[in-house]
């Protein structure tokens, strides 16, 4: 019986310091581009963004959290340690665990959405684009989905040669829905 409780407790102690070791390496990891990692209020389970510290003023998505089921808005700012950071880029699979959101609003000042941004909300029906200036998608961003069910509303106050220049970019990226310019709700 001592020997067998000796044993269970040798196994439980390595077990207990092994997992000891992970957790420490776990939290000293750093993000994927190296610099912090914010959320729209600290604290709370919203969006995440990282911050690079060579942005000039700019964070980009890293981690989509919907508040509800059914949409997403991705906040056109993020406080910083007291400054306005602009949201704009998307990075690769920042919506991932998304699969039930079936509207996704994007910042005004995006620039970028990275391949594969998109992955992972295959329930998704409509994007909103509430910027007026065209942004680069990567191909494959939407990979995964079934974009022909979709449709994309751009700002009316896009002027038509950005207009064409982001049409152009998301039929490249491997869009087939359809993409409409509506005036937006200020809100």
Known sequence: MKKTMKRVLACALA????????????AATPSPTGGPIYSELPGSRVNQYIC????????????AIPKDNKKIKVSD???????????????AKAFVKCKQIKRISLPTELKLVEKMGFTGCTSLKEFIIRGKKAFKIEKGAFKG?????????VNSKMKAKAYKKLQSN???????GTIKKVKLKTA
């Open 170 to 176: 998301l039929r490249k990226a491997g869009f087939k």
């Open 52 to 63: 690079n510290p060579k942005s000039n003023g700019t964070v980009a998505l890293i981690h």
């Open 77 to 91: 700012y993020i406080p910083v340690k007291g400054k306005k950071y602009k949201v704009t880029r998307i990075k």
């Open 15 to 26: 077990a207990a310091l092994s997992l000891g070791a992970a957790m420490t390496t776990l």
């Open 145 to 153: 989905l079934k974009t022909k069910s979709m449709t994309i509303f």
